[in-house]
């Protein structure tokens, strides 16, 4: 069963639950789902909040601005989260973290506590909020080393074209810096058009932080360089690259030719860029 369905199932058909981006995308049958982690945004209503202005809404007194605080810092204590002001998170290997605001509750939380702090808010634990609907932007998952890379292989030849796209430069003495930002970053691929690389040791541990992954793309940009497909050159103690133009493409023999000459071929001709 996908991430997603697992996800609708949590909820009963009353609910208003909206997928988006790589969220909205189920995983590809070979791929191993790990314990699932969401970045959600749970839509509340606090009609206290809207009393003054609907168009710049506040509280209108300390009162009601202390028992929406008090009520829902009470609701995700009760779900095993610290509140802190505005925030309520866990620790551990896989920290889960909600932004706090009248309009809704936002962050990274587990799917079982998602399912709860829902249940919780529709059952009135919080008198002065009510369910709105739930957007999830990201389906991230806690996999181990070797799911990642099964992962991360699969998609190996498009994540080179996306690299080689970052990298086209059309001149021969222009370069980009493509590793500064790298091809995967917070959640995995800087794209949403990969399902399942969104790992969340990536909000955990910041930009960049799967040590398979960078490994994974480091790996990947000298394959693309020993194939003469990609250039490197080193300035002002960086690193940069640039895409091989489609008059060097045409002088690697035939016989050297791979999967990822023809994605450089398709970056190298010119067409609308497909990851923009």
Known sequence: ??????????????????????????????????????RVHIRIHTPSYRIVSNSHPQFPDDESNDAFYEQMGALLSAERMIVDGTYARTFGEVPERLHIHPDDLNGVVSLDRLARIVEAIKAGKSSASSLRWIDIYAICEELDDDEKLNRLT?????????????????????????????LLYEYGALRTGFPGLQFVEHYSTGMGGCPVSRQFEKDLIDDL????????RFKDGRQWHRASLKTELNQIRKGDRTSLWSAAMRVATPKKNPWE
Do not use: W
């Open 154 to 182: 699969y998609y190996r030849e498009e994540l080179a074209e996306a690299l080689l796209h970052f990298a086209y430069t059309g001149k021969r003495k222009t370069y980009r810096d493509i590793t500064g930002h790298g």
């Open 1 to 38: 069963m996908s991430a997603q369905l697992k996800l609708t199932d949590i909820f009963s058909a009353d609910d208003k639950c909206e997928f988006h981006g790589a969220a909205a995308l189920p995983l590809p049958s070979s791929f191993n789902p790990g314990s699932i982690y969401v």
């Open 225 to 232: 360089i020993n194939q003469g497909l990609l250039h490197e």
